[in-house]
């Protein structure tokens, strides 16, 4: 149980963090936004490294590294380059096939510059899909994120009786599952109502593959915060960092949205192009 001031702590800096997205998220030139992305990645990325066990010099000259290549590749390369839409079937390919095996077998199985080379290849994807995303768009797939993260947490306080992952993260259950994926459901079909900004998607996708698809996203979210507790886990810390009061780091407010946004921007080609 929080205690009030960590409470008030962490939901003041989530306040803050929210505004500072949406002001950047629309108020921001393209490319100053590429930078700024650039930038919050460096540092997950440096995160990530440490989390993989390299020591601290390595690891924040990899989160610099990161940033600045990410940054040069974002500014650089067309909006629709090929090898992105590749960036976001690998990342969607690990979320679906790979995270669920290595979940099962345990983070401890891989060496740890797999694990290394595999956090910085999802945050490339998880970037580049934030910035292929149109705005408002991408506000609400980062909105159905937090509407799941916030649903699971009630109902599996409210009715969790079976654990979801005992081993990795005790406090998840599976009721917490099924009441994040009726929240996203019932906040997808509200979005997608006539005039609402998703109406055009459900319709041209159909509305079963429309609800299949947010189905998808729900899980694929949950992936990734298991698949960072995991990692943590295995590191033997509760936090990636604690750069975020009361968050503590910037990889543990980026978890479900590493999984989340390169399945979204796929399923977008997807729903565009049919």
């Known amino acids: 149980m929080r205690s009030p001031e960590g409470l008030a702590r962490r939901v003041l800096t989530a306040l803050l963090l929210l505004g ?5 998220l629309f108020l921001l030139d393209a490319r100053v936004l590429a930078v700024l992305i650039a930038a919050v ?73 797999v694990l290394a080379a595999a956090g910085l290849g999802l945050l490339a994807a998880a970037g580049f899909a934030a910035l292929a995303l149109p705005p408002l768009l991408l506000f609400l797939v ?28 005790p406090g998840k259950t599976w009721e917490g599952a099924a009441g994040a994926v009726a929240a996203t459901l019932a906040y997808a079909i509200i979005f997608a109502l006539p005039g609402a900004p998703l109406a055009a998607y459900a319709r041209q996708a159909g509305w079963a593959a429309y609800l ?6 729900c ?21 990636s ?7 503590g780091g910037v990889l543990d407010r980026l978890d479900s949205m590493l999984s989340t946004l390169p399945v979204a921007a796929l399923l977008l080609q997807w729903i565009t192009t049919a």
């Open 212 to 217: 299949g698809a947010v189905v998808l996203l």
């Open 41 to 113: 990645l460096g540092m997950a990325a440096r995160e990530w490294a440490r989390l993989s066990g390299v020591a601290p010099r390595p690891s924040t000259a990899c989160g610099l590294a990161f940033g600045i290549a990410f940054a040069l590749a974002a500014l650089l390369a067309q909006a629709q380059a090929p090898w992105r839409a590749w960036s976001y079937a690998g990342a969607a390919a690990f979320w679906l096939l790979l995270a669920p095996v290595w979940l099962y077998a345990g983070i401890g199985s891989a060496a740890r510059g």
């Open 142 to 169: 980062l909105g159905l994120v937090w509407i799941a993260d916030t649903a699971a947490y009630f109902a599996g306080n409210a009715f969790g009786r079976h654990r979801l992952a005992p081993v990795i993260s």
């Open 219 to 239: 899980v694929v979210s949950i992936l990734g915060d298991l698949f960072e507790s995991a990692v943590k886990r295995h590191a033997g810390v509760k936090d």
């Open 241 to 247: 960092g604690s750069i975020l009061p009361g968050h």
């Open 20 to 24: 500072a997205f949406l002001a950047a």
